[in-house]
């Protein structure tokens, strides 16, 4: 059984840091792109960013420049360092997770349970 933990979240004031982590457990697969997304109260989940296995990331326009993914393949691990954290970026983020199974044709797109992060002003 896969599962993604997200840790990390909490309050900071506006213009300060969090870094956000996600550790894929289990055994018995790969893991393809992973990344981060938010979802405030009443509104669709969004990208804030996504890296694939050899590294590549893509952002949001919101958070380029500020945020930055990166991951560990050994130790199944995505990261979302946020830098200058405005009141705009509080949300929940959500891990993501795309999980290929050794020896079986097909991929499964896995999410965490979330991670609240707030900004106050």
């Known amino acids: 059984q896969v599962q993604l933990v997200e840790s990390g979240g909490g309050l900071v004031q506006a213009g300060e840091s969090l870094r956000l982590s996600c550790a894929a457990s289990g055994r018995g697969f790969s893991i393809g792109v992973m990344g981060w997304y938010r979802q405030a109260a009443g509104k669709q989940r969004e990208l804030v960013a996504v890296?694939?296995?050899?590294?590549?990331?893509t952002y949001a326009d919101s958070v380029k420049g500020r945020f930055t993914i990166s991951r560990d393949n050994a130790k199944k691990t995505v990261y979302l360092q946020m830098n200058s954290l405005k009141p705009e970026d509080t949300n929940v983020y959500y891990c993501n997770a795309e999980i290929v199974p050794i020896g079986v044709v097909g991929r499964m797109t896995y999410w965490g349970k979330g991670t609240l992060v707030t900004v106050s002003s």
């Open positions: 890296i694939t296995s050899g590294g590549s990331t």
